[in-house]
């Protein structure tokens, strides 16, 4: 015994593993009797030894980490305090319990999460202050500050907290009036979907107006209808007061016109009446509004008299003149930003007035973002003639409504040609831009980038690849040279080739002309010389020849990736694995670096992307190891039960019958390799009649004594050997598969012949009594 050894086995620890050698550890391994399988790395060496020595109770484990310390002291902490009973033997409310119960809060719902709150704390029988405790600790964002904010007493008040919490996020009765009005339905949605939601908006605003009876929400629907037909001036004082009833609504509605000093015999309310049409209609805005009607000069007649409630500088009755919208926007200051956006791009394309005959050409903004399209109104000359009588709701950032106009046109872009109908405005946000062209009208098209991306993944590089390698595997072969002494020749001989996908070879589209190579310099030889060309014209044909090669081989190009990617995906399998799957990788191997092998198993560590995943490759140069997923693929395990001690669970393999053409058959193959079972031995057939023809041969093996032994034995008992199964008379057992899991299989649809087969099968068992009829 070595002093390490010696010192070793009177005091283990960690620290004297640390300072031992490979060969030493492994002489402490054959000490203390521990099997060590891989003995090329030290670390893989140490790692064995430790696990080894804990499981023989000669190294303590590790102590405990300050994070499981921690962990473990909160445990002790719950269970003390779940044990201590409040007065008079009364369990305290349990806090950690009960906060399992509740989802995490949702800030774009809050309402309907609070609802839902409700419902368990009614079910569970909560207090107003274990409501009010639970809420406290869900809470997120706003609704954590507009918490915060009460005082005490209000914060142990459900109501106030819940109150607090739907007014941060503006939900007051206006804000759920609008969700109702201006829901539209989504294209993923269903309408019975889209009904419940409506449905559910109802209700809220309902509930948030206090509207409990048939009055109350006639009130609410008359005092609705009665905004929507005033001034917004007046609109805005009636929501200020809060008012529930049409009754207030109109006595504050005479109040301010009292107050702003306006005249009951003045027309201003007759300009609200017949300009006022349902907010989904377009003739709200079908006059001058706010537009300042041109003056004609030269007139020289009287001027008409001005209104005392018509503006002074856009002469529109309803406000006064410093209340004018025209003049505001006037007075605005256009104000520079501090940091520059991304520019806008923008298309030229052309359009025009259905069956006329002057393109007009403008510039057009594809949006993505954008459910309709706009047209600026002073590109056509409209008319009725091109106005269609319809409109469309708009809402901007503003979250006001207003409706545009919609015009036919004949638009031509590259994503739509034809005749459209569009919206007209005076202006668009963006300057520069005279169309924006929307989602109803491009759908899903997009005009094509200009920027390259650039993948990690280079197919066309790595197909390529594998071409060059067979040709060097060929060449290495036939003439018994260094791959490396042909591998400029190969490349001169591969860039010389038509490639299928492109119809050219990579010389024509990298240089334009057809490359001199050794053949075509002897054949120059013996041509005569041409004529000398012009410089100018040989640069140019030399630069038009290589725009059509290059134009032509992208258009090959695309059919060809086209054609490739739709026999790919016939026969392509989405693989996806997880961190601690179990995998075999095709790697190639060492003695030939052409060749690859199912090697492994290795673990996944992580998913870089859908189609790379980084495995461990423990005993290779490199511990990880980053592969293509269709380099991998999953393995099952040999092994009778799992790490879990949970048993595998395997299918009974039917014995193959053994016949004089085939003998004995055994399965050949790698264990890392696919191994395909024959049908002779999944498909196994009870023609026991055909076998005890044919007896004397598949008993040849043993000697001429046995074999007869073992004839005559079967002769005498024929009964036992038919075609059809039997069962006997003595005893009977049942079939106990234990807690095995149940083979499952989806359906799929088979051939006919399969079909045949399987019927032919499923009347054999039913002919014999070996299963019967589920029904």
């Known amino acids: 015994m070595s002093s390490i050894l010696s010192s070793f086995v009177q005091a283990p ?3 004297a593993l640390e300072l031992c050698t490979k060969e030493q550890l492994i002489e402490i391994a054959d000490h203390y009797q521990i099997e060590i399988a891989d003995k090329k790395l030290k670390e893989t060496v140490k790692a064995r030894l430790k696990q080894g020595l804990r499981e023989e109770g000669v190294l303590r484990g590790q102590s405990l980490t300050f994070e499981q310390q921690r962990e473990l002291q909160m445990q002790l902490e719950i ?18 319990q009960n906060l399992r119960l509740l989802p995490k809060f949702d800030e774009s719902d809050p309402d309907t999460y609070l609802t839902l709150f409700e419902r368990i704390a009614g079910a569970r029988v909560w207090s107003d202050s274990d409501m009010t405790m639970l809420l406290q600790c869900v809470l997120s964002g706003k609704a954590r500050e507009a918490f915060s904010a009460l005082s005490v007493a209000d914060s142990k008040v459900y109501a106030k907290v819940k109150s607090a919490v739907l007014k941060i996020y503006e939900l007051v009765p206006e804000a759920y009036r609008q969700r109702f ?5 989504l294209d993923s949605q269903t309408y019975s979907e889209f009904v419940r939601d409506l449905t559910s908006a109802f209700n809220c605003w309902c509930r948030a107006s206090e509207v409990s009876t048939f009055e109350g929400l006639s009130n609410l629907i008359v005092l609705e209808q009665f905004k929507d037909s005033v001034s917004d001036q007046v609109a805005t004082y009636i929501n200020e007061r809060k008012v529930k009833s049409p009754s207030d609504a109109a006595v504050l509605a005479d109040e301010y016109r009292l107050t702003h000093k306006s005249h009951f015999e003045s027309n201003s309310d007759m300009h609200y009446k017949n300009n006022f049409t349902p907010r989904y209609s377009r003739s709200s805005f079908s006059g001058a509004l706010f537009q300042r009607p041109q003056q004609k000069f030269g007139s020289g007649g009287p001027k008409a008299p001005v209104n005392a409630n018509t503006c002074r500088y856009c002469l529109v009755e309803g406000h006064w003149k410093k209340d004018c919208p025209l003049l505001k926007l006037k007075k605005l200051d256009q104000v520079k930003p501090a940091v520059m956006a991304v520019p806008v791009t923008a298309s030229d394309h052309q359009v025009s007035l259905v069956d006329g005959n002057q393109n007009v050409p403008i510039k057009i903004l594809r949006d993505t973002g954008a459910l309709d399209s706009f047209l600026v109104e002073s590109v056509l000359p409209f008319s009725k003639e091109s106005d269609t009588g319809s409109c469309v709701l708009i809402r901007g950032m503003g979250l006001v409504p207003f409706v545009s106009p919609l015009h036919d046109v004949t638009l031509k872009c590259g994503l739509v040609e034809g005749d459209v109908a569009v919206g007209v405005r005076p202006q668009l946000p963006v300057e520069g831009v005279h169309m924006i062209l929307g989602n109803d009208l491009a759908g899903s098209k997009v005009w094509a980038d200009g920027k390259i991306n650039i993948f990690k993944n280079q197919g066309v590089l790595e197909r390529f690849h594998q071409t060059l390698k067979s040709l060097l595997r060929s060449y290495c072969t036939e003439l018994s040279a260094d791959w490396e002494e042909g591998l400029p020749w190969l490349l001169l001989a591969a860039r010389e080739v038509v490639q299928e996908s492109t119809g050219f070879s990579p010389n024509d ?9 050794p053949l075509a310099v002897l054949q120059d030889g013996c041509l005569p010389e041409e004529p000398p060309r012009n410089l100018i014209d040989y640069v140019n044909g030399f630069r038009l020849k290589l725009y059509r090669a290059g134009e032509l081989a992208k258009d090959k190009l695309k059919y060809s990736q086209m054609k490739m990617k739709l026999r790919y995906d016939g ?9 601690g799957d179990r995998v075999l990788a095709l790697l190639p191997l060492v003695s030939s670096p052409f060749q690859a092998k199912y090697c492994g198993p290795f673990t996944v560590l992580r998913k870089v992307s859908d189609l790379n995943y980084l495995i461990e490759t423990p005993g290779r140069r490199k511990s990880s190891k980053l592969c293509h997923v269709n380099l991998l693929k999953c393995y099952h395990s040999h092994d009778q039960s799992k790490d879990d001690g949970t048993p595998v669970v395997r299918s009974a393999l039917i014995a193959a019958p053994v016949t004089a053409s085939c003998g004995f058959n055994f399965v050949e193959g790698d264990e890392e390799e696919d191994v395909r079972v024959s049908d002779e031995v999944l498909q196994g057939r009870l023609k026991n009649s055909q076998t005890l023809q044919n007896l004397g041969v598949l008993v040849d093996h043993l000697d001429s004594e046995k074999r007869d032994e073992v004839v005559a034995l079967i002769r005498n008992y024929p009964g036992l050997f038919s075609d059809t199964p039997s069962q006997m008379h003595l005893i009977e057992h049942d079939i106990d598969i234990g807690d095995a899991k149940p083979i499952k299989q989806r359906f799929y649809r088979v051939s006919e012949e399969k079909r045949l087969q399987l019927e032919t099968e499923v009347q054999y068992m039913l002919d014999n009594g070996i299963a019967e009829p589920c029904c």
């Open 13 to 15: 620890s960690e620290v």
């Open 79 to 96: 269970a003390r305090l779940r044990n201590v009973n409040g007065p008079e033997g009364v369990p305290q409310f349990d806090v950690s």
């Open 181 to 185: 009005r201006y829901r539209e339905k």
């Open 509 to 517: 589209l990298v240089f334009g002309h057809k490359v001199r190579g």
């Open 571 to 579: 026969q392509a399998e989405l693989r996806k694995f997880s961190s």
